[in-house]
């Protein structure tokens, strides 16, 4: 027995031996699936959820998702998920799930065959195609917002395309625009590994985007040293892991940021080496503005002194001293991050010019370590909404309806005659649900999206839907199917082929794991039927210059490939054969995507992914803009922003004022209201509410006071509270030094429970430029009832 | 059944990942669908009858699912105070305590995916047919004096006690929890950790 022990002591010892010697080799990235015992079968996807991009392995057994881990193998999480992450399989298997098509008879949605709902789309849209929008989403595949755009852009010949990303990231988007030419952000996530200092402006990573939150916060247990700055409204769990908590007024992060730039500069700590090689500086509050001097913005500067910051800021000269000499030290590596707070904002886009200033005047941009970085809310916004184009301005690869050289491109690659793409800029998203109130446009087709419970003032927007001809494809019954003329049954996350691009520039492939339910159906197949359909009945601009369908793929051996049907559909790979069409696309702007067979064996590749000529690898680019990573920089530039509106290689400094918001508290409305996810649900809840882990450690909606407020009034925990504005009211219960503690003056209410929507309450003011509400603030009265 | 079996389970094991594995080098070629996607059963058809909650899951809804707090606590901000009660403990008198120390102790975070303040008998938002991965049963055995394999991945499972200490369930308590290096005698099964795929899968038959 002894000896026995000890054999296999010794075979245990080899087999751990031998194991440590073949780590060293390279990791094989194509080990995307694997079967374990038990018939079990795991596969690569991207999580469902946020814009993270998490990477999951997906427990599929019997045709059905049994589990979901994180991906070891993810560069991304390495193995981690959050909470909503590993229910993403449950999401999938709600009672309730939509199964088949239902239209509207006498009132009733009454269940219908594909035919008949795909027949009733089609002829609508043939009665009145100029007056039919398309409102989609951030959580849309790739390839699903890529058929969408070309069937309206190139179909119907109208722009009014727009998904609900305009709501979430058009601030981010404009703000990198007008400062370096090009959308999405320069940095990844592994500055965040490398950062001394991470800066958070108006986020709450600890719930919003809880794995990077854990990739800089669990830097500290491996010993390493994370200095966190909350720059916030309320307290929330991200505030206690923060080193220091700056609390501001409302609206005066813009006096924050120019506040930090002026005492830079002022004392002459700025970077100024970097300013000379890499800046314009640019006055004027649109896209175009006027050149100024590095004087005069200095001069113009001189409005934002500490004590003119505290006034309209709320924050302490000492405060913001602390922020300048952190941007002031030349060694230190710092992130700047944010999400909504500074994109759902009436000043979105200033507010992103403004803290690229204090990034690019400190010279921490560019750089490993040291980035200013935008955070999308959604697993796609990036890859699908702003990569695609799917906004009523926009075409595919970062091209714009408005240039006409753009629309050339795209109607020889869509081999369109001459002059098909509409001129005319669609409806952003609250203009395309203004446009339905009051009848300009008769129907819209709403896809992955829930603009019934999301809409900022819900009432002044969607009380009219029910009269228009409103098509939902949804998984479950919402508060937009209610309103809806025909529901179609969509297919759900790993129930189709699909891909995802997250807020580091990563496009990752999932195959189809299970089957979808009942009749569900994708998205995808979803339009191209309709266009099919319109088609056939006549319609001109579903016809490319030769006359053949608009989505013509032929197979191996000419023929055509029938996706339109069903039965067709099934059978091929529709991903692959838009998403290589629509590849074409993304060199113009040197998004330059990988193909669809790289990214198949890949954990996701961020672009721009360029192939090596000697080896023929396909090689992605962690940061962009940065010599010896970006294929696309001059050599010898070091860091050279080829987008540069001047096309000086250079990007610009804005100098845009602090403005008041539009609606501030006042003796009627006395506070300001703040919404928000939380970390449990997912937006509207439609999918989280549905798992029963998830719904039940957070199975309502609330109202956060700040305990102060809340002892003058009288309002303890589980109290009913009336919040009403000047556009609606909801009652929902206080809590009190709960999930977070907002400011003094100020309440926070979640928007994903569907029972009390607080976006009645909210306002629909917007960026002037990137056409986005500000959810974050608006007045309201508080009463206990 | 003696060493030499043992080794050839090993070697077994390795074979297994092997052919996993370079089934694993093509996941389905871009136009041909994945392997599951022909054969599946119809939407409702159940895996496992146990219903959730009613086996050692508990309030999980998968095997690999983190599990909620299962008890309340000061506020719900402050998930940091976690590892004051739940601190990876090392020493062996330290494990007679009935708190559960934290099998994965890199990471502090403990909020971000075991979810705070559940209510139990809360019934469901709308019902759900999700049926989840079960428990997965006991490891395999070279022969009956052999130690059994881990049966499960050991992925954020590395300090064995944290479920297998006194502070566990009965049922899977080490009879010996006074020995620390759990790992010495027993060994990962490569079948059951797919998402870390052992190395020696990887080096195309050279064992």
Redesign the interface.
């Known amino acids: ?1 002894q000896t ?1 022990r000890r ?3 010794r ?2 010892a080899l ?1 751990f031996a ?6 060293a ?1 390279p ?2 990235l ?8 038990d018939g ?5 996807a991207p999580c469902r959820f946020c814009g993270t991009g998490c990477g999951v ?1 997906v ?6 998702v ?8 993810n560069p991304v999480n390495r ?5 909503k992450g ?2 993403a ?2 999401a ?6 939509l ?1 088949t098509p239902l239209i509207r008879k006498g009132g009733k949605l009454t269940p219908a065959s594909w035919d008949e709902a795909i027949e009733t789309i089609a002829k609508e849209v043939m009665r009145s195609p100029a007056t039919f929008a398309f409102y989609g989403s951030g959580q849309w595949t790739i390839c699903e917002g890529y058929v969408a755009a070309k069937f309206m852009k190139a179909g119907l010949g109208n722009n009014h395309v727009d998904p609900n990303a305009r709501l979430c990231m058009a601030s981010a988007v404009t703000g990198m625009n007008t400062t370096f030419g090009v959308d999405e952000p320069s940095g990844c996530y592994d500055d965040f590994d490398l950062a001394d200092t991470v800066i958070l402006w108006g986020n709450n990573p ?1 719930e919003m985007h ?2 990077l ?2 990739r800089i ?2 830097r ?3 010993g390493q040293k994370v200095e966190v700055i909350d720059l916030g409204t309320r ?3 991200s505030t ?2 923060a080193d220091h908590y700056i609390e501001f007024t409302p609206q005066g992060d813009l006096a924050i940021a120019n506040g930090i730039c002026h005492l830079l500069v002022k004392s002459g700590k700025y970077d100024q080496d970097w300013v000379q090689k890499h800046c314009n500086f640019r006055k004027g509050g649109d896209t175009e503005g006027e050149p100024m001097s590095f004087a005069e913005y200095a001069k113009w500067l001189e409005t934002y002194t500490p004590e003119f910051v505290q006034k309209v800021a709320g924050v302490r000269p000492a405060q913001l001293q602390l922020l300048a000499d952190r941007f002031a030290d030349p060694g230190r590596k710092i992130v700047s991050l944010w999400c909504m707070g500074m994109n759902q904002h009436t000043r979105g886009t200033w507010i992103n010019n403004l803290v690229y200033n204090v990034h690019f005047l400190a010279g921490k941009f560019a750089k490993p370590g040291s980035t200013a970085f935008s955070l999308t809310g959604q697993p796609s916004a990036c890859g699908t909404c702003r990569e695609v184009g799917t906004f009523g301005h926009g075409l595919p690869g970062g091209r714009l309806v408005a240039n006409e050289e753009h629309r050339k491109q795209c109607e020889d690659l869509w081999k369109l005659p001459t002059g098909r793409l509409n001129a005319k800029i669609g409806h952003h998203a609250v203009a395309m649900f203004d446009a339905l109130q009051k009848g300009e446009l008769t129907g819209c087709w709403v896809q992955v999206t829930n603009p019934a419970q999301s809409m900022p003032n819900l009432h002044g927007h969607t009380s009219k839907l029910k009269e228009r001809f409103l098509v939902v494809s949804d998984v ?1 019954p919402t508060v937009t199917t209610d309103l809806a003329t025909v529901v179609l049954p969509s297919a759900l996350w790993v129930e189709k082929n699909g891909m995802f691009g997250n807020s580091e520039r990563r496009t990752q492939q999932w ?5 979808p ?2 009749d569900a159906r994708d998205d995808v197949w979803q339009t191209v039927a309709v266009a099919r359909k319109c088609f056939e009945l006549g319609h001109p601009g579903l016809k490319d210059k030769n006359g053949d369908f608009l989505f013509t793929f032929k197979d191996a051996a000419g023929k055509v490939i029938e996706l339109w049907k069903w039965d067709v559909f099934q059978q ?2 529709a991903d ?1 054969l838009l998403f290589t069409e629509y590849r074409e696309f993304t060199m113009m702007k040197k998004y330059a995507l990988a193909p ?2 790289a990214l ?1 064996k890949s954990r996701g590749m961020r672009w721009p992914v360029v192939q090596d000529k000697a080896t023929g690898a396909w090689r992605e680019t962690p940061r962009r803009f940065i010599e010896g990573e970006d294929p696309f920089v001059e050599p010898g530039r070091g860091v050279d922003f080829y987008w540069g509106k001047l096309k000086d290689h250079k990007a610009l400094v804005w100098a845009r004022p602090y403005e008041a918001p539009p609606e501030v508290p006042d003796k009627e409305y006395p506070f300001w209201l703040c919404t928000g996810r939380v ?2 649900h997912w937006h509207t ?1 439609t999918m989280t ?11 309502k909606a609330y109202v956060e006071l700040n305990p102060e407020d809340a002892a003058r009034l009288n309002i303890t925990t589980g109290d009913s509270v009336k919040i009403k504005s000047r556009r609606g009211e909801v009652v929902l219960s206080a809590w009190i ?4 503690t907002p400011a003094r003056g100020a309440v926070f209410v979640p928007f994903f429970a569907e029972e009390s929507l607080i976006n009645r309450v909210t306002l629909e003011a917007h960026c002037p430029i990137s056409k986005e509400p500000d959810y974050k603030k608006c007045a309201v009265s508080i009463a206990k009832v | 059944m003696n060493l030499r079996s043992l080794s050839l389970l090993l070697a077994a094991l390795a074979v297994a990942g092997l052919a996993r594995f370079s089934a694993a080098e093509n996941p389905g070629t871009a136009s041909a669908p994945p392997p599951a996607y022909n054969e599946q059963r119809s939407f409702a058809q159940p895996v496992r009858e146990t219903p959730i909650g009613a086996s050692r899951l508990g309030e999980r809804s998968f095997l690999g699912a983190p599990p909620p707090m299962p008890h309340t606590f000061a506020g719900d901000r402050d998930g940091r105070y976690c590892l004051e009660c739940h601190a990876r403990v090392t020493r062996i008198e330290k494990r007679q305590s009935a708190i559960a120390p934290v099998p994965h102790a890199e990471f502090s975070q403990c909020q971000q995916c075991h979810i705070s303040g559940v209510n139990k008998i809360l019934a469901p938002f709308r019902e759900t047919l999700f049926l989840g991965l079960d428990q997965p049963g006991k490891g395999t055995r070279a022969h009956a004096y052999a130690p059994p394999t881990i049966p499960h991945k050991t992925f954020m499972r590395e300090n064995c006690v944290a479920c297998h200490g006194p502070s566990g369930k009965q049922r899977i308590a080490s009879p010996h929890p006074y020995r620390s290096q759990c790992q010495q005698c027993h060994v990962p099964d490569a079948s059951k950790n797919y998402d870390r795929p052992l190395p020696w899968a990887k080096l195309g038959g050279e064992l």
Do not use: I
Request: charged residues 25%; positive net charge; hydrophobic residues 40%.
């Open positions: 027995m026995n054999e296999f002591l075979q245990a087999a031998s194991s440590v010697l073949a780590g080799l990791r094989n194509g080990a995307a699936t694997a079967e374990g015992a079990l079968v795991w596969h690569k392995m427990g599929v057994k019997d045709g059905r049994v589990a979901v881990q994180g991906d070891l193998e193995g981690l998920l959050c909470a590993y229910h399989g449950v999938l298997y709600g009672k309730d799930r199964t600890a809880p794995v939150w854990s916060v669990d500290r247990g491996k307290r929330t769990r206690e892991e479950y195959f189809k794991l299970v089957k339910p009942g091929v790979n692959q669809y067979e198949v970390l449990e809840g509410r549905r798992v029963p882990q998830l719904h039940r450690a957070m199975p030094n709960g999930r977070s």
